[in-house]
């Protein structure tokens, strides 16, 4: 898929903070800026129980926003301080992807942390948190048995849509029962705005340093629509457009998926390494979605499902992993092993799975309970369609725009959402009026955050926003170029602002 010219790179940066370029410290506010109504003030850190030299803490925040004098959880939290207390700037918070990211986990697993550059470590005590109702923070629960009964996202005939809706209304009433604290109705990014709001009141900090990945772009988005006066900075790597319809939705994430597709298949077509070098790729995929199709494509004697086989695509997109994926394919049209590489066709980004309430087991008299992040999704948005009838065009369509990719994920997320109330945060176009412009980072090749949603989302801004490129591949940039990092911290630490139209060029993936 064409995406445009593609955006020449410039060394130079347009400072938007002091000339000198030095650090703008947070603290160094005159006044501080209010705390939510409703928020507990105070988070009482010690050491994590999985790893001591990072911090661990709650902070008590109302179930409902709108009734803050009513019910209440402990949203979790952990940070780790500055490396360099000299040289500290203040907090920055991370915003986890998903739904269904540990931002907790993020920072006490240190291979988490290698995602933040040993310059911003040093700079930022880095905090993040598990969002409501994932994770540690009261989380959204369900059978385990009921979620195991999900139906295919693929949906074939007006019967099988009718069981759909059926069991989207069964499992979101099970849920419901069995998350705690009526938390299940007020998992929506909007009340999850309110509670970054409360944690950067609780850090002490008068204005928000953010820095959201995929899924938490848009929690990034929405904090700087409804506190514009509270932004210091804010980072949305891989960007989420919050504004698209079914159709659009649909039609986007199909076409960046196949973006990404035509991308190895290019890379294998130039690379004498790739297992399927010298094949014609889309025949031999063309030939493996058909057996999937028909029930015949095995892995380890157990049938694939074709969209099970798209996503699994998908996943190997995310670095990418390139060789990996080439070695699988080739494995599977040699009828070998497919060395057990299934995917959770979910839509959190390599979340950790969820723990099981103390008390539950599969094998005892309470039913084992499990996560669904669509659940909060589905707070999110609202993807209808007009029927058996209007799905199936919308299947189509989306074939045509992805003919190879032709079941993304996101069929996943129309199916498991219907017949779902009108979201708590509904889709619309941003409006964004901060005095320092939001930083949207996207790879050119991305395969579930397209460059189609940054380049919209860049456009609801306006003077708000600027968009810088890494002309590369994958699903997100700060890991992925050293260059791109180099723009993420300088806008972090110094509020050094890129130039609009500049770019970071392509860093051939090692495998």
């Known amino acids: 898929m064409a995406w445009g010219a593609v955006l020449v790179l410039a060394a130079g940066l347009v400072g938007a903070g002091p000339a000198s370029g030095a650090p703008t410290r947070v603290e160094d506010a005159a006044a501080s800026a209010p705390g939510p109504a409703g928020a507990g003030s105070h988070i009482a850190w010690k050491p994590c129980a999985d790893d001591a030299s990072a911090e661990c803490g709650a902070l008590s925040v109302p179930v409902d926003w709108g009734r803050p004098d009513g019910d209440r959880f402990d949203l979790q939290l952990a940070r780790r301080r500055a490396t360099d207390p000299g040289a500290r700037v203040g907090s920055m918070v991370f915003g986890p992807g998903g739904p269904g990211d540990s931002g907790v986990a993020r920072i006490v697993n240190k291979d988490g942390m290698s995602r933040f550059s040993d310059e911003l470590r040093s700079r930022f005590d880095i905090v993040s948190f598990d969002p409501r109702g994932v994770g540690l923070s009261n989380p959204v629960r369900c059978s385990q048995e009921l979620l195991d009964r999900r139906p295919s996202p693929l949906i074939r005939s007006r019967a099988e849509f009718d069981t759909t809706q059926k069991y989207n209304r069964e499992l979101r009433q099970d849920c419901r029962k069995h998350t705690e604290n009526g938390l299940f ?40 629509e409804r506190y514009p006066q509270r932004v210091r900075a804010v980072v949305l790597e891989a960007v989420v457009d919050h504004s698209l319809g079914t159709r659009e939705f649909l039609a986007t994430q199909a076409a960046t998926l196949q973006d990404s597709f035509d991308e190895f298949v290019a890379w294998c077509e130039r690379t004498g390494s790739c297992a399927l070098h010298g094949s014609d790729v889309r025949a031999v995929w063309a030939d493996l979605l058909d057996r999937a199709e028909r029930g015949k494509l095995l892995d380890d004697g157990t049938p694939i499902p074709p969209f099970d086989l798209n996503v699994m695509v998908m996943k190997r997109l995310y670095d990418p992993e390139w060789t990996r994926l080439a070695e699988y394919l080739h494995g599977l049209a040699d009828n070998g092993p497919a060395n057990n590489d299934r995917t959770n066709s979910g839509p959190a980004d390599n979340g950790p799975a969820a723990k099981r309430p103390a008390g539950t087991n599969a094998d005892g008299p309470e039913p084992a309970l499990g996560a669904d992040p669509f659940q ?23 074939g045509r725009i992805a003919p190879d990719m032709k079941y993304p994920r996101s069929l996943m997320s129309v199916s498991a959402c219907l017949g779902a109330p009108e979201p708590n945060a509904p889709q619309h176009p941003l409006k964004v009026r901060t005095s320092r412009p939001l930083l949207l980072t996207n790879s050119l090749h991305d395969p579930a955050s397209g460059y189609n949603w940054a380049t919209h989302v860049a456009g609801q801004l306006g003077n708000s926003g600027v968009l810088h490129t890494y002309e590369g591949w994958g699903h997100g940039t700060y890991g992925s170029s050293p260059c791109a990092q180099e723009v993420i911290d300088a806008y972090l630490i110094s509020l050094k602002v890129p130039a609009r139209g500049t770019s970071c060029p392509a860093v051939e993936p090692a495998g």
């Open 185 to 224: 109705d007020h998992v929506d990014s909007l009340s999850t705005v309110q509670d970054l709001d409360a944690v950067r009141a609780a850090l002490g900090e008068t204005s928000l340093t953010f820095h959201g990945s995929s899924y938490g772009t848009l929690l990034g988005e929405l904090y700087a």
């Open 376 to 398: 909060i999704f589905c707070q999110d948005w609202s993807l209808p369609v007009n029927g058996y009838r209007g799905y199936a065009k919308e299947l189509r369509r989306v």
